[in-house]
């Protein structure tokens, strides 16, 4: 297994959000985490990636094992496609950044300065920096945000052979994305709220 979490707890803004969630994920495999807006994706997806402390429980995954995706594109907008790539490879220690142009068709724009794209190619941009990571899981919260039909297939097609060359996928979406992979309800995991407390606030779960 590349990513196991064991009776994990997850709070946002010092609320319980989740309870008891356990999974495995295995090279290869993609796990979709699906459930209503402000269940507790996100938060779920920033705990496993290390951005805050669980309340309880525990993530087994190798040292720096998950590149993390959010809704931030991560990018510096006064440097070009290629240099917004190349710094990343820098930072990951990955030379090779062809695959990730091919990946994502954004090779006509690797001379664009990254504030003058539009939303979708930002979101492509940023995805395409998963490439250079060089790690084996990608948790990903809504990836395919901004993106039009085609992009979404490249994304996809991404994903798969990340997969097919032993990496492993976690992402919460709604939509189908055509790939062979796991569901996991994250309703099942809601944390009660505590008594006297107001609904949680769904905003950023």
């Given at each position: 297994m590349v990513l196991s979490v064991h009776d994990l707890a997850c709070a946002r803004g010092g609320l319980?959000?989740?309870q008891a969630v356990s999974f495995a994920l295995a090279p290869g495999e993609v796990l979709l985490l699906r459930?209503?807006?402000?269940?507790?994706?996100?938060?779920?997806l920033r705990t496993i990636a290390g951005l805050q402390p669980p309340l309880a429980g525990r993530i087994d995954a190798a040292p720096d094992a998950i590149a993390y995706g959010a809704h931030?594109?991560?990018?510096?907008?006064?440097?070009t496609v290629a240099e917004n790539l190349e710094f990343w490879a820098g930072i990951y220690g990955n030379g090779d950044i062809a695959p990730a142009f091919a990946a994502f068709d954004i090779g006509p724009l690797k001379d664009r300065l990254a504030q003058n794209l539009s939303a979708g190619q930002k979101r492509r941009l940023g995805l395409a920096r998963l490439l250079v990571t060089g790690r084996p899981v990608w948790a990903l919260d809504e990836p395919t945000v901004s993106l039009d039909?085609?992009?979404?297939?490249?994304?996809?097609?991404?994903?798969g052979a990340h997969c097919a060359a032993g990496g492993a996928a976690l992402i919460a979406t709604h939509i189908d994305l055509g790939l062979k992979a796991r569901e996991l309800d994250v309703s099942a995991f809601r944390a009660?709220?505590?008594?006297?407390?107001?609904?949680?606030?769904e905003a950023f779960l």
């Open positions: 319980p959000v989740l459930g209503p807006n402000g269940i507790g994706k996100t938060t779920l931030a594109d991560g990018l510096k907008s006064q440097l039909k085609a992009s979404v297939a490249l994304f996809a097609a991404a994903v009660a709220a505590p008594k006297g407390e107001a609904a949680f606030d």
